[in-house]
């Protein structure tokens, strides 16, 4: 007894398939066997005839267990296994995205005749699940340890061909999926966050002119040639475009570059929000051009506007949210005037208050062992403390050359504990959403940790400018679908994909040939895919 797949041709061409479950009966006028129909279990293309065959198998295992099975088939094994769920689940974000159709079509247009799709989704899930270099992705990882659909005769060139591809296509890629995103999630994009980082590289020498320049580094690595790379996102942390400028860029610069290519995406209403770093006067001209609403926070320097009429004019803080208060001020008249909210945070004045205190007995110690000397003679160790970011804040010099800690200084850092400037020119918002919009602007700090951290953007093996940008542009597809699996679960990708990773695809050999079999999803990862609504991986796949 055994189940086949029939096939009937109809009178317009098409085919019909059923299962049909047969039985061997033995005919004694003929002196051989026939096939007898027992069931016929419905079409294959029926949903309901897979849910029957699966409801028969699960009755059968119950009686006759798998062991007993293989220990009378001996030729059935086991020959290889490969972790599947977090990849089945990419797959279908990426599908869900229109990733796979929009680069289908740009493929196609561009007479393309090599995998495209294949070889971008191939990076950009090694990149979620276990980042590695172009060359160790297709040495080693496409070929020992997972199994992609349509990814088995990639080359290793495909891979550089496809980062070409994408970079010459990335603008248009980046507006068709945002656009789709949003509406498939229905993203809020009237808040939109901005911010840079930077990515050092294992190099001596800058490129001269090029991208990887020295500059201001935010990761500390000042003696290493950099890029500079800007994103901005939503307030759920999809991220919308992201920008790749050369190491030695300073930030308010690229506010420029930012809205002109926002320009033609014909947002709806949409509020820029930045930090500190991000403002100058011209970059805030920009912003306003053309009816542009922004929110950014304000630096505070000694002796502007911020610090002398800002921080220190008189009125009481209002309740807005837990450990946060905030007050309205206007500064100047007519077209002269400038709004800004004073925003105060308990919790973080106590931070700050601790650590500060924590340096200055630090600091008193590191004074007490120096045994300085008068007049201009001075030690290397002196140069390092009024040079140093950490302590050179709160240091003064006496007239006969000493240095000492400032109170003056102690007192001004004190008046700043837990408080930040917030400035607008939206006239509509209320100092609240002033205040809470601004301090969405974690998520572009999140997403920042999460391509430094869980995706590995660095270290960067690119040296030509434009696979450094593709490199960058495949982290934050990345990056969109992880955010796509994390709002849908409400948990981290992290945590996700462990969930996932044990839905496993197992390689059986049989008689009649090889086979692709599923694990059934635990409990803990069908619920991940439900809240993600994708359907559970179908337990036989055709190839791998």
């Given amino acids: 007894m055994f189940m086949r797949r029939s096939t009937q041709k109809r009178a317009d061409g098409s085919l019909l398939q059923h299962y049909q479950l047969i039985e ?26 897979v849910q029957r065959l699966r409801k028969l198998a699960k009755s059968i295992l119950r009686r006759v267990s798998p ?39 740009l493929a196609a247009e561009a007479h393309l005749s090599y995998p495209v799709e294949r070889a971008l989704f191939a990076m950009v899930a090694n990149r979620a699940t276990a980042p590695v270099s172009k060359l160790s992705c297709w040495e080693r990882w496409l070929q020992d340890e997972v199994r992609i659909e349509g990814a088995g005769d990639l080359e ?83 991220p919308v475009r992201h920008w790749v400028f050369p190491g030695n860029t300073v930030d308010v610069t690229t506010v420029k570059t930012v809205k002109e290519d926002l320009k033609g995406w014909h947002l709806s209403r949409c509020v820029f929000v930045g930090d500190a770093g991000m403002v100058s006067a011209e970059d805030l001209r920009r912003l ?22 800002v921080m220190t004019r008189p009125g009481r803080f209002r309740q807005v949210a837990a450990n946060l208060r905030v007050k309205e001020v206007v500064v100047g008249d007519g077209e002269r005037r400038r709004r800004y909210v004073l925003c105060f945070n308990s919790e973080e004045a106590e931070r700050q208050r601790r650590h500060r205190e924590e340096l200055l007995n630090e600091l008193d110690a590191e004074l007490e062992s120096l045994g300085q000397v008068g007049g201009k003679e001075h030690s290397k160790r002196v140069c390092a403390l009024v040079t140093s970011k950490r302590f050179g804040r709160y240091l003064a010099r006496t ?39 601004y301090k969405q602007l974690m998520r572009v700090e999140e997403a920042w940790r999460q391509l430094k951290t869980g995706l590995a953007v660095r270290p960067v093996y690119h040296w030509a400018e434009h696979r450094i940008q593709a490199h960058v542009a495949i982290s934050v597809l990345a990056l969109l679908l992880e955010r796509m699996a994390e709002v849908a679960c409400e948990d981290t990708w992290r945590n996700i994909r462990h969930d996932l990773r ?38 036989l796949l055709d190839h791998a």
């Fill in 24 to 49: 061997s009966v033995w005919n004694r006028e003929k002196k051989r066997s026939e096939p007898k129909i027992i069931y016929n279990f419905g079409r294959v293309d029926d949903p309901e005839t």
């Fill in 67 to 105: 062991d007993e099975i293989v220990a009378e088939h001996p030729e059935w094994r086991v020959t290889d296994a490969w972790v599947y769920g977090d990849l089945y689940v990419l797959e279908q974000l990426w599908r869900r995205a229109g990733l796979a159709e929009v680069i289908n079509r």
């Fill in 156 to 238: 290793l060139h495909h891979l550089y061909r496809a980062m070409d591809f994408l970079q010459a296509h990335k603008e248009q890629i980046e507006e068709e999926i945002f656009f789709r995103v949003a509406d498939l999630f229905n993203v809020e994009v009237d808040l939109l966050f901005y911010d840079t980082t930077s990515l050092y590289f294992e190099i001596d020498d800058e490129d001269r002119p090029g991208l990887r320049r020295r500059g201001y580094s935010k990761d500390g690595r000042g003696d290493a040639p950099q890029i500079v790379v800007g994103m901005a996102v939503t307030r759920d942390g999809f």
């Fill in 288 to 309: 306003s051009a053309a009816g542009g609403r922004y929110i950014v926070g304000m630096p505070v320097h000694r002796g502007g506007q911020v610090s002398e009429e």
């Fill in 399 to 437: 007239r006969g050359g000493k240095i000492v800690i400032s109170r003056r200084k102690i007192r001004e850092a004190e008046k700043r504990d837990g408080k930040w400037v917030v400035h607008t020119n939206d006239d509509t918002l209320s100092a609240e959403d002033m205040a809470l919009g």
């Fill in 502 to 539: 044990r839905v496993k695809l197992a390689q059986l050999s049989s008689p009649n040939g090889t086979i692709w079999q599923v694990t059934e999803p635990p409990s803990k990862t069908r619920k991940r895919l439900r809240d993600m609504k994708i359907d559970n991986p179908p337990l």
